[in-house]
C-alpha cells in the first residue's frame, strides 16, 4: 500500500492505511474532522483533528461565506501545526460540504496533498470501523504564513458576470430548486444568476449508501449540462454546499473549477447583479445513471 491514499478513499482502505500509519497530531498524515465541537465530541475517527466550520468563513454578512483574511487562515493552519509535508485525509458527517470546503481552502494556500474519506463519518461507522468520543487532541502549534496562491480558484463577482454571456464557461448553482426558481431566498433579492445550471449538491451523495458520493457522477452532471472539460463556477448560498460540489469536479478531474466564495449571499443582496427567476432550461427530471466516479 502507498503510504497515503488516493484523492477518493473508502473507508475500508483508510483503516487499513492507520493501521500501518496511525494518524497523529504531529505526524505528516492528519486526519480533519470538520463539524462543531458538539458533534466532535459524540463521535470521531481515532486521531482525528478538529477544524469548525467557522473558522473556515469570514463570517460577515451579507456574504458571511467569503474566505477569512489572512491572519484567521494563519491562525487556523497554525493551530493544525501546518507544514508543506502534511498530508490532509478530510471528512464530515454530512457528506462532504464542510469537507468539500476545507479542501477548497487547501487548494487556495496553493497545498494539494489531500484526500476525502467517501461518505465520512458515516459511512465509517456504517462499515463498522471503531470511533472516539471526547475532545480533540491538539498538535504542537506552529507560526504559519500561508498566502493565497497565484492560482487559487477563487471566483469574484466580475468572474462570474464574465461568465453569464461565455458559452465556453459554466456556472454551477447547487442549491434547492425552490432558491434557484426564486421560491425561496436567504438574501434580499430571489432567483440565479442568468445562465446558471442547476443540480441540487443533495443529488451527489447518496443516503443508501452511507451518504457516499452517488454512481455515475459524470453521467448525472453532464445530463444537467456540467462539463468539466470546460471551466466552471460553483455557488450556492455561502459557499458552504457548493463545497461539496468543488470537491467532485476535483476529483473527476475538472479541468477548471472555482467557487465563488460570496455565492448568493453576495450576489442576491447587491442592487447591481442581474436576476433571474424560474426553471433551468431543459433541466431533466432526473440525471441518475449507475457508475462511481
Not at 458533534?39 to 473556515?56: I, M, S, T, W
Not at 487556495?108 to 465509517?124: F, K, T
Not at 465563488?260 to 447591481?272: Q, V
Request: aromatic content about 6%; hydrophobic content about 40%.
Amino acid at each position: 500500500m502507498s503510504r497515503f491514499p488516493p484523492p477518493l478513499v473508502e473507508a475500508e482502505t483508510l483503516a487499513a492505511l492507520l493501521a500501518e500509519q496511525p494518524a497523529a497530531p504531529a505526524g505528516p498524515l492528519r486526519l480533519i474532522h470538520v463539524a462543531e465541537a458538539a458533534a466532535f465530541e459524540q463521535a470521531h475517527l481515532p486521531g482525528a483533528l478538529l477544524v469548525e466550520p467557522r473558522a473556515l468563513l469570514d463570517g460577515r454578512p451579507p456574504a458571511a461565506g467569503r474566505l477569512p483574511d489572512a491572519g484567521r487562515l494563519n491562525a487556523l493552519f497554525g493551530s493544525l501545526g501546518h507544514t508543506p509535508d502534511c498530508y490532509y485525509v478530510v471528512y464530515d458527517d454530512e457528506g462532504g460540504g464542510w469537507a468539500g470546503r476545507f479542501v477548497w481552502t487547501l487548494d487556495v494556500i496553493g497545498h494539494h496533498r489531500w484526500s476525502y474519506l467517501n461518505g465520512g463519518l458515516i459511512a465509517w461507522h456504517e462499515a463498522g470501523l471503531p470511533l472516539e468520543a471526547g475532545p480533540a487532541a491538539a498538535p504542537p502549534a506552529s507560526q504559519v504564513a500561508v498566502a493565497i496562491a497565484p492560482d487559487a480558484p477563487v471566483a469574484e463577482v466580475d468572474d462570474v458576470l464574465a461568465a453569464i454571456d461565455d458559452p465556453g464557461r459554466i456556472i454551477w448553482d447547487v442549491r434547492s430548486a425552490e432558491e434557484y426558481r426564486g421560491e425561496r431566498s436567504g438574501s434580499r433579492r430571489a432567483g440565479h444568476v442568468p445562465t446558471a445550471r442547476h443540480l441540487d449538491w443533495m443529488r451527489l451523495k447518496d443516503p443508501t449508501r452511507g451518504l457516499r458520493l452517488t454512481e455515475g457522477l459524470p453521467e448525472l452532471l453532464a445530463a444537467h449540462g456540467i462539463d468539466g472539460r470546460l471551466p466552471v463556477i460553483t455557488h450556492c448560498q455561502s459557499h458552504h454546499r457548493s463545497g461539496l460540489s468543488y470537491l467532485v469536479g476535483r476529483l473527476l478531474g475538472f479541468r477548471d473549477i472555482r467557487a465563488f466564495h460570496g455565492s448568493w449571499g453576495e450576489w442576491g443582496n447587491r442592487d447591481d447583479t442581474p436576476v433571474v427567476t424560474g426553471d433551468a432550461p431543459g433541466e431533466p427530471a432526473d440525471g441518475r445513471t449507475g457508475r462511481a466516479p
